[in-house]
């Protein structure tokens, strides 16, 4: 059976690295989506266009790592996560963070040409309170690095505020706007709103508890789970640890929450049409 965790960050220096990833793949976990995470966490200062690169080419090092030295199928994305652009232009001014943080996501668009990566991602808009022109401008940065990826035939993964059913709605907009195929813009994090999603051409990558799980599923089956699995042994388990989406799916499919062809569905289907990936 495939299981497919679909928003996992690892980290050589500060998390446990492999032995989370083994941690997965004993619960039953078999592929992930190994998310970049920042400049500063890999050890670059995540003060120019370069550091991010740097930073792009160790994540691409740590997920072959992954592929060699154990059993999980693994696969990257990379980007620039918002909270960096705002560090930045804070530091440097608006103007300079931003062509730096294009610069980066052109990177990370060519790692996705390249075949070394799976998505741009994640980028977005931060999830606290910024000044409005750091706002404004993480949205254009947003939709540049959507439209990055509609150029790609790539998927983008998503990180924002908190959603709800009209952030969708101001989501699907900008989906329309770029023209990116639907199915392509994953929104990382995601509240269980699987309906609304769909409706305006959003994919959700649901947060892996079982109430949100539950209610997903009650929606349909058209979204993938998460655990955000952040690799910090300072936050051990943060946000859910690296069992957590093996050990609901079997549980879920054994009391009858999930149906077989529901695990298939959200664990084979979705990521293969989402990310253009083969997965038998």
């Not at 050890?43 to 060699?68: P, Q, S, Y």
């Not at 996560?81 to 300079?96: T, V």
């Not at 309170?129 to 509609?150: Q, R, T």
Request: charged share 30%; glycine share 8%.
């Amino acid at each position: 059976m495939i299981i497919w965790d679909d928003h996992f960050h690892v980290d050589p220096y500060h998390g446990l690295f492999l032995e989370a990833v083994k941690e997965f793949h004993r619960a039953g976990g078999t592929h992930l989506v190994v998310v970049y995470k920042t400049a500063h966490d890999y050890g670059f200062g995540g003060m120019k266009a370069e550091d991010f690169m740097k930073a792009m080419d160790l994540h691409i090092e740590l997920v072959e790592k992954i592929n060699r030295e154990t059993p999980v199928k693994a696969y990257a994305v990379v980007g620039v996560h918002p909270a960096e652009f705002d560090y930045l232009a804070r530091e440097k001014g608006l103007e300079y963070a931003r062509n730096e943080v294009i610069k980066a996501l052109e990177y990370a668009q060519k790692l996705c040409l390249e075949g070394k990566a799976i998505g741009i991602g994640e980028i977005g808009r931060p999830h606290y309170e910024v000044p409005p022109e750091i706002w404004e401008a993480s949205v254009e940065l947003m939709k540049y690095g959507m439209a990055l990826a509609k150029e790609a035939d790539c998927a983008v993964q998503l990180h924002t505020e908190s959603f709800d059913e009209a952030k969708f709605r101001e989501l699907g907009e900008y989906v329309k706007e770029v023209g990116i195929k639907p199915y392509g813009v994953i929104k990382h994090f995601s509240p269980p709103l699987v309906k609304v999603a769909e409706e305006v051409g959003v994919f959700p990558s649901v947060i892996a508890s079982r109430k949100n799980i539950e209610e997903a599923i009650k929606q349909g089956n058209r979204f993938m789970m998460e655990t955000d699995y952040i690799d910090d042994k300072r936050r051990p388990g943060a946000v859910l640890g690296p069992k957590t989406v093996p050990k609901i799916t079997k549980a879920f499919l054994q009391n009858g929450v999930f149906t077989e062809e529901d695990v298939y569905k959200i664990h084979v289907e979705n990521p293969g049409k989402v990310y253009g990936v083969e997965l038998e």
